[in-house]
Nanobody, 115 residues
Framework: QVQLVESGGGLVQSGGSLRLSCAAS????????MGWYRQAPGLERELVAT???????NYADSVKGRFTISRDNAWKTVYLQMNSLKPEDTAVYYC?????????WGQGTQVTVSS
């Protein structure tokens, strides 16, 4: 069983930056997609950014130009660089990794942006 562990969340002022990391407990073969999602209180979980084996990245409109997703060459760690943070970015951020058989989720890391 694969475990994903996120880190890097915290409290930051509006306009600040954070870098989230998500490390898998072992190498996952044939990863198709790595991504980040977030869930604010009272709202549904939403996509933030994904990166695929084909080299395609996708961002939510609300984070385009501010957030950047990247990964290591082993497809074991995925990162989310978050710049120009806004209070509306406050949420629990979850990483997700999908291979040909399963979808794995981390436990989430809290990001709080103060105004």
């Amino acid at each position: 069983q694969v475990q994903l562990v996120e880190s890097g969340g915290g409290l930051v002022q509006s306009g600040g930056s954070l870098r989230l990391s998500c490390a898998a407990s072992r190498i996952i073969f044939r990863v198709n997609v790595m991504g980040w999602y977030r869930q604010a209180p009272g709202l549904e979980r939403e996509l933030v950014a994904t990166t695929t084996r084909d080299g395609v990245t996708n961002y939510a409109d609300s984070v385009k130009g501010r957030f950047t997703i990247s990964r290591d060459n082993a497809w074991k760690t995925v990162y989310l660089q978050m710049n120009s943070l806004k209070p509306e970015d406050t949420a629990v951020y979850y990483c997700n990794v999908r291979d040909i058989r399963a979808s794995y989720w981390g436990q989430g890391t809290q990001v709080t942006v103060s105004s």
